[in-house]
């Protein structure tokens, strides 16, 4: 048996455009100390996993492999011809290894603090992991938040899923003390899943084997991969698993899913901002707020966004609205 970390690494990061484009997105941005949040995946999990698996597409790949370069563990490069989500991609990390290997699924965008309490959290889902258990982890709020959907607990079981709510029900959550934030982290083994996966969305993993089976060096068939049902992990096996557990997790955890947080990121190790809250980021040109607060300036070299720090989730918004594909 061996412990695989799986980094997904698929995503875009619209809500931070124009920082993070199709071509370059946030997860490869070395803006945490000259290290990019897929660097530090990595990093965080040398010392406890055996292996690595990436899974990503061509330009995705492209990165990881040289973010990578400097990482010991033995490496696999999964690529997606056709992004069909969470599932499918855990799927094929779990068609890559033995039943019995445990596979760690951990997002590659994630900014995490606590390295001990980290650990800590992943030994007691592998422990949960070789009991058949399917474990996803989820961290302690510490406000109410409405970017992320929240897991309703006690102990270590799932009692709920819910959806990213509004703020008045965030609060609700956060009061009761019940709730936890669902972090797109989880931990099994890589044949529970297929079980699983089969279970309760026979359709997705029929199409996977196929898929994987057309494949060649992990490069995975374009027209088969089309005919996979693109749907998350979490409403085809985690909210309808009988095997369910979650790990609160006490480490500091954030998505980095917005500016917002990317704001608070920043801010805390330094980052200036005026005497009214508000933040430049992307250029040192002289720019003046007036009569504004908690707003947050974005410079590219070819983009310039003005946003209310409390906004930053309608980002997506704008990109979603734009033309030009070279802007994306």
Not at 195 to 203: A, H, N, P, R, T
Request: glycine share 6%; aromatic share 10%.
């Amino acid at each position: 048996m061996k412990v695989f970390n799986v980094i997904l690494s698929g995503g875009v990061g619209s809500r931070l455009w124009p920082l993070s484009r199709k071509q370059h997105p946030k997860q490869f941005l070395k803006l945490f100390s000259g290290k990019s949040l897929f660097e530090l995946t990595a990093d965080r999990n040398e010392k406890v996993v055996d292996e690595l698996i990436v899974v990503g597409n061509t330009d995705h790949i492209e990165w990881s492999t040289q973010l990578l370069k400097d990482i010991a563990l033995p490496q696999t490069f999964i690529v997606e011809t056709e992004a069909r989500n969470t599932a499918a991609a855990i799927a094929f990390a779990a068609l890559a290894v033995n039943e019995e290997d445990i596979l760690i699924i951990t997002p590659s965008d994630h900014l995490i603090h606590g390295q001990d309490a980290y650990e800590k959290a992943l030994k007691k889902a592998i422990d949960l992991a070789k009991q058949d258990y399917v474990i996803t982890f989820g961290v302690l709020p510490t406000q109410p938040d409405t970017g992320y959907g929240y897991i309703e607990y006690e102990g270590e079981d799932v009692l709920s899923f819910r959806e990213k709510p509004n703020t008045e029900t965030a609060q609700k959550f956060l009061d009761r003390g019940t709730f936890l934030w669902n972090s797109g982290m989880f931990c099994f083994k890589a044949g529970v899943l297929l079980d699983e996966l089969k279970q309760y969305q026979s359709e997705v993993y029929e199409q996977c084997i196929e898929t994987w089976q057309k494949s060649k060096n992990n490069q995975l068939d374009v027209e088969a991969s089309l005919q996979i049902p693109s749907i998350s992990i979490d409403y085809a096996v985690m909210e309808r698993s009988k095997r369910i557990k979650v790990v609160p997790a006490h480490f500091r955890w954030n998505d980095l899913g917005s500016f917002e947080s990317l704001y608070d990121y920043l801010r805390t190790s330094g980052h200036d901002v005026d005497d009214n809250g508000n933040m430049i980021i992307g250029t040192d040109i002289f720019t003046a707020f007036v009569g504004t607060k908690n707003c947050i300036l974005v410079h590219t070299t070819d983009a310039i966004m003005i946003l209310q720090k409390e906004k930053s989730q309608d980002v997506k918004k704008v990109y979603n609205q734009i033309k030009n594909i070279s802007l994306l």
